[in-house]
């Protein structure tokens, strides 16, 4: 038997029962269920977990929320890839029933839509001109808040946020 055929063997033995497991329904973990509870009281929500745990499933949760209440929300991300991908994300998953705008600084599309994704610069600044009503401001990334260059807008945005939002 050649080296490659030899080698080749081994690989299938290797992934021999290696497969795509099952679908499974999807189980929040408790730690999300109580962060959802904590937005629905209306109390400042603050989530902190490694990346891939699930703190984006709290975030769209308190959004349909909000947004079945007839109130506004805001997702707020550093980069502006970010924001795109999260706005295409939204779409995907609000649209018809509500609209779902994006502010960055080269887009600007439905600024007054049910849920509008920004950066967090942009919603900083629109927090100076007293333009946004929003009842939910999610601000992803908050470690950014003790950055030496860019912390100051997370701070900012913390500060002028809306009491009630």
Same mark, same amino acid.
């Given at each position: 038997?050649?080296?490659? *055929?030899?080698?080749? !063997? *081994?690989? =299938?033995?290797?992934?021999?029962?290696?497969?795509?497991?099952?679908? /499974? #329904?999807?189980? #929040?973990? %408790?730690?999300?269920?109580?962060?959802? =509870?904590?937005?629905?009281?209306?109390?400042?929500?603050?989530? @902190?977990? #490694?990346?891939?745990?699930? *703190?984006?499933?709290?975030? &769209?949760?308190? @959004?349909?929320?909000?947004?079945? %209440?007839?109130? +506004?929300?805001?997702?707020?991300?550093?980069?502006?890839?970010?924001?795109?991908?999260?706005?295409?994300?939204?779409?995907?998953?609000?649209?018809?029933?509500?609209? &779902?705008?994006?502010?960055?600084?080269?887009?600007?599309?439905?600024?007054?839509?049910?849920?509008?994704?920004?950066?967090? %610069? @942009?919603? +900083?600044?629109?927090?100076?001109?007293? +333009?946004?009503?929003?009842?939910? $401001? &999610?601000?992803? %990334?908050? !470690?950014?808040?003790?950055?030496? /260059?860019?912390?100051?807008?997370?701070?900012?945005? @913390? $500060?002028?946020? #809306? /009491? !009630?939002?």
């Amino acid at each position: 038997m050649s080296y490659r *055929k030899a080698l080749e !063997h *081994k690989k =299938e033995d290797f992934l021999d029962g290696v497969g795509v497991p099952k679908p /499974q #329904p999807f189980i #929040p973990d %408790e730690f999300q269920l109580r962060a959802i =509870e904590s937005l629905k009281a209306g109390y400042d929500t603050l989530v @902190i977990a #490694p990346t891939g745990c699930g *703190k984006t499933y709290i975030a &769209v949760e308190g @959004i349909a929320n909000t947004v079945r %209440e007839g109130k +506004r929300a805001i997702y707020t991300a550093p980069l502006k890839a970010l924001s795109n991908a999260k706005y295409n994300e939204f779409r995907n998953r609000f649209e018809p029933d509500y609209k &779902v705008g994006i502010l960055t600084g080269d887009r600007k599309i439905e600024g007054d839509a049910n849920i509008v994704i920004a950066t967090t %610069e @942009i919603y +900083r600044n629109d927090l100076y001109s007293m +333009r946004g009503d929003y009842s939910l $401001v &999610v601000l992803d %990334e908050i !470690h950014y808040l003790a950055d030496p /260059q860019r912390g100051a807008v997370w701070e900012e945005s @913390i $500060v002028l946020s #809306p /009491q !009630h939002a």
